[in-house]
């Protein structure tokens, strides 16, 4: 690890730590206010004072809010605070964020990241800026502290997502007349008031006070901070942190999560929302997506996704050295939906007999074969359906081995790898550990399966032996 001290311009020193690059799976949870109305996505209360918007989903929340709740004149954002903040006391023994920290270990995560506070400038956390909206002082609940002291106790790592850069606009304070959007008792949590310069140091003192009071191995922030205006602070936060991390806490290594252009590359991990990139990136980085295809937060109409995409994804992400941060929605008393369960539970069932692939891996010297080998590319790509000719590479760290990891059911009793051209000492089907003839074609490695292809139930992985 680099030992001298970071500052502003010497950020490209940053190595991503080890146990980063081995974890390769997290879980990203968006829980706040945002889950009491459950409805459209976690940009309610966005929307609800946005007469002709419809949500990502393509939901119309302002007239489902003036249907529900009497509109925005009536019923405001803030009114959804108090009966949230009695939803998240059924955090307060500790008891619901042990059973979200098992569920994730079972899944077969390293990392979890709840979002601490999101656009709508709620802290779920002891804060001194959030003064007045913040789960302990309204609710006696330290939300991010009860989540990272369970992470803890099953080994896992812990990060905490800011969202606040975005509070300055989240809000539709240009057509906000006769709401509480502009009523300046309610600056602390719509921003009316504050200059832009105000804005941007509020979002340094909030980054500072998670980092110094929290400690997070992981940091995550959202769209908006590549900005001119952040330009300054974003960089002296990030030295900060790195330097009371890496020198002050004795960590192994921390990792800031950025995207688009926020920071320079090297810098940090950059991230890709719901998609990928189209080959191996020498340094690594991180993919986040969603088991909802709709929202990010709990909705009661929700559209989820599969294990399989979600394994594939995994999968295709790992292959191209990344991390795949998986979000959950979690009902407003905590409860995470079946379906998102579901999931979780599925994909730690594939990775317990499979891990070997997964975890502790790095790129071999290409990513894959097949037909979808150039479909996923950038933000917002992530609804590739992949089948069984999509084979996805990784290696051992030392080199000794490679996992050709197929993205369904096998279609016949013999598999052709065209991008393996030497006679490996053996190759197995790494589930079982059964040994496979081989044999190359045409200088393609043929493999013949032993059992019937009709036994091999879903996703498979080969484990190919280096001379």
């Given at each position: 690890m680099i030992k001298e001290k970071f500052n502003e311009n010497n950020l490209k020193n940053y190595v991503v730590p080890e146990w980063f690059e081995d974890a390769k799976f997290g879980i990203f949870i968006h829980y706040g206010v945002y889950s009491k109305p459950g409805y459209g996505d976690e940009w309610y209360g966005h929307w609800m004072y946005l007469k002709d918007s419809k949500s990502w989903g393509g939901d119309d929340i302002y007239h489902y809010h003036k249907n529900t709740y009497g509109g925005v004149q009536n019923f405001g954002y803030k009114d959804f605070i108090p009966m949230f903040m009695?939803?998240?006391?059924?955090?307060?023994?500790?008891?619901?964020?042990?059973?979200?920290?098992?569920?994730?270990?079972?899944?077969?995560?390293?990392?979890?990241?709840?979002?601490?506070?999101?656009?709508?400038?709620?802290?779920?956390?002891?804060?001194?800026?959030?003064?007045?909206?913040?789960?302990?002082?309204?609710?006696?609940?330290?939300?991010?502290?009860?989540?990272?002291?369970?992470?803890?106790?099953?080994?896992?790592?812990?990060?905490?997502?800011?969202?606040?850069?975005?509070?300055?606009?989240?809000?539709?304070?240009?057509?906000?007349?006769?709401?509480?959007?502009?009523?300046?008792?309610?600056?602390?949590?719509?921003?009316?008031?504050?200059?832009?310069?105000?804005?941007?140091?509020?979002?340094?003192?909030?980054?500072?006070?998670?980092?110094?009071?929290?400690?997070?191995?992981?940091?995550?922030?959202?769209?908006?901070?590549?900005?001119?205006?952040?330009?300054?602070?974003?960089?002296?936060?990030?030295?900060?942190?790195?330097?009371?991390?890496?020198?002050?806490?004795?960590?192994?290594?921390?990792?800031?999560c950025y995207k688009y252009n926020a920071f320079e590359n090297g810098e940090a991990v950059l991230d890709v929302e719901r998609g990928a990139l189209s080959n191996i990136r020498e340094m690594h980085w991180q993919t986040d997506t969603s088991v909802g295809t709709k929202s990010w937060g709990y909705t009661k109409n929700e559209v989820f996704g599969s294990t399989h995409r979600y394994l594939c994804e995994l999968v295709d992400t790992v292959s191209k050295n990344g991390n795949l941060l998986l979000n959950i929605g979690p009902m407003p008393d905590g409860t995470i939906p079946r379906e998102a369960r579901e999931i979780l539970e599925g994909m730690g069932r594939w990775l317990e007999k499979n891990q070997e692939a997964i975890f502790g891996t790095r790129p071999w010297s290409v990513f894959g074969e097949g037909p979808h080998v150039n479909s996923v590319k950038g933000e917002f790509s992530d609804e590739v359906v992949y089948d069984v000719r999509d084979v996805r590479y990784t290696r051992s760290k030392d080199g000794s081995y490679v996992y050709a990891i197929f993205m369904g059911k096998p279609l016949e009793n013999e598999i052709l790898l065209s991008e393996y051209h030497e006679l490996p000492k053996s190759v197995e089907l790494l589930e079982t550990h059964q040994k496979l003839e081989c044999m190359l074609s045409g200088g393609k490695l043929r493999v013949m399966l032993k059992e019937s292809k009709e036994k091999i139930d879903g996703m498979f992985v080969l484990k190919i032996e280096s001379k």
């Open positions: 009695k939803d998240i006391q059924s955090f307060r023994d500790n008891s619901m964020a042990d059973k979200w920290a098992k569920l994730f270990k079972r899944a077969g995560a390293k990392y979890v990241m709840p979002v601490g506070i999101h656009h709508d400038s709620v802290a779920l956390y002891q804060s001194d800026i959030q003064k007045e909206y913040n789960s302990v002082s309204l609710a006696g609940v330290d939300y991010c502290r009860l989540l990272q002291t369970a992470c803890k106790n099953q080994g896992l790592h812990f990060g905490i997502s800011n969202h606040f850069a975005e509070n300055i606009w989240f809000f539709d304070k240009e057509h906000g007349e006769d709401t509480d959007i502009v009523n300046p008792q309610y600056s602390e949590l719509y921003g009316y008031g504050l200059t832009e310069e105000e804005h941007v140091k509020k979002w340094y003192d909030i980054s500072m006070e998670i980092i110094e009071k929290y400690h997070p191995e992981l940091i995550y922030y959202d769209f908006d901070l590549q900005k001119p205006e952040y330009a300054v602070y974003r960089r002296k936060m990030l030295a900060e942190y790195y330097n009371m991390e890496k020198n002050a806490r004795e960590l192994n290594g921390v990792v800031c």
